[in-house]
């Protein structure tokens, strides 16, 4: 199944960010994630654990071609999704469950086979208008990887519906290595 053209919304426009430019658009970053998300508590949902977790995701040291595409609402931010081709030996897939068939074969990666969809989030004001499913068009539209990944956490009904309604579906669970990370189910999507 291929990503066809991004929906066209009106008003809203997109603009891609490579690693060092969207370290420039750090602050508007985090207030889409403030504005996105309400605060859970959980050490690993905190504004600070989400923003050192995108500092790492950016460091210019970090193999990979990291792309942000952020959405604007009549010219304010109101949405951002990123993500990164798998490079060989990925960390991404330390800790994965897989449901079925073999481990070694499934993750092994030589940067051009998984793009991994790290984030996609909208203001919860916007939200329920097609600026997600937009985002995420947006994102893997010309990918030339074969396959996307992503992680859900397996009680966010709203988010896990979607996703299979976008196509996604559940190869198993993985627990990230940062500090509190939840357990996630683990989805793929075909991009070919």
Excluded at 48 to 54: L, N, T, V, Y
Excluded at 94 to 109: I, V, W
Aim: hydrophobic share 35%.
């Amino acid at each position: 199944m291929s990503i066809g053209r991004a929906q066209t919304l009106h008003g809203i426009e997109f603009q891609h960010y490579t690693a060092a430019e969207a370290r420039e658009q750090r602050e508007v970053v985090e207030a889409i994630f403030r504005g996105s998300y309400t605060q859970s508590g959980r050490a690993f949902s905190t504004p600070e654990a989400f923003m050192r977790r995108f500092d790492n995701y950016t460091d210019p040291g970090r193999d990979g071609e990291f792309e942000l595409v952020m959405a604007r609402f009549e010219g304010n931010p109101c949405g951002q999704a990123w993500g990164w081709p798998l490079p060989a030996n990925a960390a991404w897939w330390g800790g994965l469950c897989l449901d079925d068939g073999d481990l070694a074969a499934f993750t092994t990666e030589d940067g051009s086979r998984t793009f991994a969809l790290s984030e996609i989030m909208v203001l919860s004001e916007l939200t329920g208008r097609g600026i997600a499913h937009a985002l995420h068009d947006e994102l893997l539209r010309n990918r030339r990887e074969r396959r996307a990944t992503l992680l859900v956490r397996p009680d966010n009904d709203r988010a896990y519906k979607t996703y299979r309604k976008w196509g996604w579906y559940r190869v198993g669970t993985l627990r990230p290595g940062w500090p509190d990370a939840p357990t996630f189910d683990a989805l793929i999507r075909d991009l070919e």
